[in-house]
């Protein structure tokens, strides 16, 4: 079993950049791939970032590629979305995200996920 424990959102404005966590507890999550997935009120979830579990493999959707960067800490058991100039449309609650295999890039594809950090962007 896996608990994820997301952090680090809240209320910011347009053009900063916090940064989330997501700790991961009760197994090592070296052989998971970990994924950040967003969702916006009324919008299904949708990935935003992911990465393998060596972390030589990432993937970014294209509305945040150039802002955002994933990374992951495997001696810390904890992964990181560095989110730079925030738009208002980045406004949703972030899901991290992890599953005992590949990288990929939808959420049905995952086995484990936290209880999510909300992001709201003002302009």
């Known amino acids: 079993q896996v608990q994820l424990v997301e952090s680090g959102g809240g209320l910011v404005q347009a053009g900063d950049s916090p940064r989330l966590s997501c700790a991961a507890s009760?197994?090592?999550?070296?052989?998971?791939?970990l994924g950040w997935f967003r969702q916006a009120p009324g919008k299904d979830r949708e990935i935003v970032a992911a990465?393998?579990?060596?972390?030589?493999?990432?993937y970014y959707t294209d509305s945040v590629k150039g802002r955002f960067t994933i990374s992951r800490d495997n001696a810390e058991n904890t992964v990181y979305l560095q989110m730079n100039s925030l738009k208002p449309e980045d406004t949703a609650i972030y899901f991290c995200?992890?599953?005992?295999?590949?990288?990929?890039?939808?959420?049905?594809?995952?086995?484990?996920w936290g209880q999510g950090t909300q992001v709201t962007v003002s302009s």
């Open positions: 009760g197994r090592i999550l070296r052989t998971y791939a």
């Open positions: 990465i393998s579990w060596s972390g030589t493999k990432t």
């Open positions: 995200e992890a599953r005992n295999g590949p990288l990929m890039t939808t959420t049905t594809m995952y086995q484990y």
